[in-house]
């Protein structure tokens, strides 16, 4: 009976702890982002699919800025663009001479995982977030939509020094999993006007969804 006593009692003081410690990562989190007026990165993506034979890996570089411009170029030999705005998302595959044209707020909603990244969203008003884990330097927090949208979860590790993302984990409802990992990160670097925008090269079928 006693250690039935020692562990309730136990879990009574990690329980409340733990939501501090959660509370502040997602604070400081936060404030990282709502500091963050510019970001540029290289990233290593993997993709796993129960439809794909195997892993499919490509790496590039990515930019963000505030409001709602992003910019993905992925190198070769699975070239790819994807570029926004603010308003008009693009994406352009050179191989195919295709590129797609789509509304930004179609194709990614406010609670879209992958849209917290580039500032976009608010970790508590959007998401419901759970602290995995907790290391020495690095918090594992586990973001799930309030919204039921078909996006999915998403699982970052955010080193404590910063609150920089170190390496964020996507999985929708398909059973499709993205792990990004991001280096050699800047922030608030100048970005010149032209990096978030597109302009179909010549010879490029321009493709559009039915509503737009």
């Given at each position: 009976m006693r250690w039935v006593v020692?562990?309730?009692?136990?879990a009574a003081v990690v329980a409340p702890?733990?939501?501090?410690?959660l509370a502040d990562a997602l604070r400081t989190l936060q404030q990282r982002y709502e500091s963050t007026r510019t970001l540029v990165a290289k990233f290593r993506q993997e993709v796993e699919s129960p439809t794909m034979a195997g892993k499919l890996t490509s790496?590039?570089?990515v930019s963000f800025e505030k409001p709602n411009r992003m910019r993905w170029d992925y190198a070769a030999p699975d070239r790819q663009t994807i570029v926004s705005d603010g308003e008009t998302?693009?994406?352009?595959?050179?191989?195919e001479k295709q590129v797609l044209k789509a509304p930004l707020r179609e194709a990614f909603q406010?609670?879209?995982p992958v849209t917290f990244l580039g500032g976009l969203g608010h970790v508590d008003r959007d998401f419901t977030p759970t602290l995995e884990s907790s290391a020495d330097d690095r918090w594992v927090l586990k973001l799930v939509p309030r919204e039921e949208r078909g996006v999915g979860t998403l699982v970052l590790v955010v080193r404590k020094g910063d609150a920089s993302i170190e390496e964020a984990r996507i999985s929708?409802?398909?059973?499709?999993?993205?792990?990004?990992?991001?280096?050699?990160e800047r922030r608030n670097?100048?970005?010149g006007a032209d990096l978030f925008?597109?302009?179909p090269p010549p010879g490029v079928d321009v493709v559009r969804p039915p509503t737009y």
């Open positions: 020692c562990l309730v009692l136990a702890a733990r939501a501090d410690e790496n590039g570089t998302l693009w994406i352009y595959q050179p191989e406010a609670t879209t929708d409802p398909l059973g499709t999993t993205t792990h990004l990992a991001l280096s050699e670097v100048s970005l925008h597109f302009t």
